[in-house]
């Protein structure tokens, strides 16, 4: 029978492979071209508003996980959030250049803008969800 240690230990290699898997699905989909809609005017401010939702909640679940992921191996302290988002800073700078070299694709500051605050409410939800 297994013990409480190993269940925990296959619970947290299973967050560490999900957070993977996650993080390199983003990455191509983030890379993949995509086709330009002729959208009129109205339309263009609502497909603006859903690519920064988009990019918040991607991120957001990225910095969930990781968080989750991370805190296997060392207790949730203010250092290790700290970490999690400017690897997820650094990450999402490096993401929006590469796009640039997709076709119908670009580099986008407000697309790291949402990226940024969906980081920020990913560990501020995973840090809410530690104090309970």
Known sequence: MDSVNDRLAKWNKAFVAVTALY???????????IKRLAL???GTG??????KLAHLLAFGL????????ASAWKPCRHRLVVYVFVVIGLY???????????????????????????AAAGIGTFRLGRSF
């Open 46 to 51: 609502h497909r603006v508003r859903y690519d």
């Open 92 to 118: 999402g700078i490096v993401d929006e250049l590469t796009q640039a070299f997709v076709r119908c694709r670009s580099t986008d500051l407000y697309d790291w803008l949402a990226d940024m605050a969906g």
């Open 23 to 33: 993080w390199l699905t983003l990455f191509v989909a983030t890379h993949l071209p």
């Open 40 to 42: 009129s005017a109205t």
């Open 62 to 69: 990225l910095a969930w996980l990781l968080c989750r992921a």
